[in-house]
């Protein structure tokens, strides 16, 4: 039997005087790949971060294996960063290694050599002293994947991570998604390409307020349950 890695029982999560998930109930199965889509305004994005422990169930639970968020690392939107902040890719990349490395402790030459690795990794082996600001989106979001491998987390929440970067760059970053999985991370990611999900997802959770469907993809993305997710986000679209 599989064990969860993150369990929500009957999980509401909102804004204010606003519910954007309402009753989700159900668990992602360690080192199991989960694509989260919907419309938009479908609560993808809150879930995330309900998950990440920045907004706090109105009601249910979120249960947490091992009750750590340390094992779990995040890519948020690229919208989210503030690119005018002056960070040398490189140390943004070694932002990642933080939870090791922590405020106090010195940052070691191993740490130095996973950084530029990660660098490298991700085709981005000569842009460590490159001020954020001056990347292009998929530049940036190929070194905010970098991070996420100096994190070394046993499981990465990725909110759109294809968003607004060229084909190329999605398919470098694909392979680097796949091989989390194949060493057994738990990889959850928000995507909007249906066609993507199909082909590289095994499982998906259909989001529209609520969860619409929650488990394999080809029995999550069928006609049937789009057509459901779509009128209840009335207005917007897939
Ligand atoms: N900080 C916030 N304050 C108030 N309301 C918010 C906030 N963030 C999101 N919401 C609202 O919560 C609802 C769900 O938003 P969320 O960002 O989770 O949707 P999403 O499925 O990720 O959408 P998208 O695909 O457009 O990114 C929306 O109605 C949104 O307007």
Not at 4 to 32: H, K, M, N, P, Y
Not at 121 to 135: C, E, K, Q, S, W
Not at 148 to 159: K, P
Request: net charge neutral; with cysteine; proline share 4%.
């Amino acid at each position: 039997m599989t064990s969860a890695v993150i369990e929500l029982d009957q999980v509401s999560l909102g804004w204010r005087d606003r519910v954007a998930v309402r009753d989700v109930t159900g668990s992602f199965a360690r080192g199991s790949l989960t694509a989260i889509v919907g419309p938009n305004g479908a609560g993808k994005s809150t879930l995330i971060k309900g998950i990440m422990g920045l907004v706090s169930p109105l009601r249910g639970r979120i249960r947490l294996a091992g009750d750590s968020r340390n094992q779990i690392a995040c890519l948020p939107q690229l919208g989210e960063l503030d690119r005018s902040f002056p960070i040398s890719t490189y140390d943004l990349v070694a932002m990642g290694a933080w939870r090791r490395v922590g405020a106090w402790k010195k940052f070691d030459s191993s740490e130095h050599e996973r950084v530029k690795a990660a660098l490298d990794m991700v085709g981005l082996a000569d842009f460590g002293p490159r001020i954020i600001g001056t990347l292009s989106g998929g530049q940036l979001q190929r070194a905010l994947f970098a991070r996420l491998l100096l994190h070394d987390a046993h499981t990465l929440l990725l909110d759109e991570p294809f968003a607004a970067v060229d084909r190329n760059t999605t398919e470098d970053l694909m392979v680097l998604l796949e091989s989390w999985h194949r060493e057994g991370r738990t990889v959850i990611a928000v995507l909007h390409d249906l066609d993507m999900v199909r082909s590289h997802f095994p499982q998906a959770l259909l989001m529209a307020g609520q969860a619409v469907a929650w488990g394999p993809t080809q029995d999550v993305l069928t006609p049937e349950n789009l057509h459901l997710a779509r009128h209840l986000c009335a207005g917007d679209y897939l």
